[in-house]
């Protein structure tokens, strides 16, 4: 573990060098073994000791049926950006794991909880959502979904809901112009996400 701590916390910049490590201990050690390192590494001092143990829990997810909590419980607590940014990729290689479809009443469990946080991990992990499987056929479920929280109090995670269906207005602007034509843009919540929507048009 002191080796490990050595080599990551000198990284200042990026990902890869986390989720390589975590690769490695899946790799090597038992599901078991694995679920222990990475509850060891989500509670150290360092973020980037914590985006290593995040990657875990991602990758071995589909695996064990209590570590979506783990990682809930991650999400709602940690204050680091770089841990959530890490959140939102392990909760995307979830669903891939367990295919996106089989994922919907997760995906949708999660988006409906009452922390900014665990919301954003979904709207960030699935980004872009209609290059997903099942989504990619079903444009309007990932709009819909995305949407619920266009007028959420936490202004994080309205600019990662606008960021996400301007991402999919690329390929479908017809349905972000009809879901966006329902929106009550005098709500000033909602007129800032929707300011999003459109930031590159």
Known sequence: MDALERKLTVVQHGFKTFEEEALKIVASCTLSESKSIAQR????????????????LGYIAVKDATILSLLKNVARSDESWQVQEIL???????????????????????LAGDSPNVCRAVTEGLRIWTSRPYFKDHPDVAISLISQHRESESEYL??????????????????????????????????????YVLKSH
């Open 88 to 110: 939102a990729k392990a909760f995307d290689q979830f669903c891939k794991d367990n295919g996106y479809e089989n994922s919907l009443s997760i995906i949708e469990e999660w």
């Open 158 to 195: 309205r600019k990662s809901v606008g960021n996400s269906l301007r991402d999919i207005s690329k390929k479908h602007g017809v349905l972000i112009k009809k879901e966006t034509e329902t929106w009550n843009l005098k709500d000033e919540k909602v007129a800032f996400t929707y300011g």
């Open 41 to 56: 590494l989500i509670k150290n001092e360092y973020y980037q000791m914590r985006c290593c143990g995040v990657f875990i």
